[in-house]
């Protein structure tokens, strides 16, 4: 069983920064992918960053120059680091491992973590 737990949402002005943390445990392949999504109220999920083990990233547009997505792969922890942060911005946050199988893939999701920021 494969377990995400993220961390770090908060309340922040404008501007800000803040860093998310997500811890994963269990076992699954190292040849993984990664990544952060983001739901505001009445919102779809929206795709924020990819990281690919041993790979590329990506980042939603929207993001770009301002977020940072990394992973410290011995501690299996994946992390977005925010800086200059807009009221847009603000969402629950959700962590996703995809790790492929015989059959296709397999999604794991974290429970999320709130972000909020102030004008």
């Known amino acids: 069983q494969v377990h995400l737990v993220e961390s770090g949402g908060g309340l922040v002005q404008a501007g800000g920064s803040l860093r998310l943390s997500c811890a994963a445990s269990?076992?699954?392949?190292?040849?993984?992918?990664m990544s952060w999504y983001r739901q505001a109220p009445g919102k779809d999920r929206d795709l924020v960053a990819t990281n690919v083990a041993g790979g590329a990233t990506n980042y939603a547009d929207s993001v770009k120059g301002r977020f940072t997505i990394s992973r410290d792969s011995t501690r299996n922890t994946l992390y977005l680091q925010m800086n200059s942060l807009k009221p847009e911005d603000t969402a629950v946050y959700l962590c996703n491992l995809v790790v492929a199988t015989t059959t296709g893939r397999r999604d794991y999701w974290g429970q999320g973590t709130q972000v909020t920021v102030s004008s």
């Open positions: 269990g076992s699954f392949s190292s040849a993984n992918v």
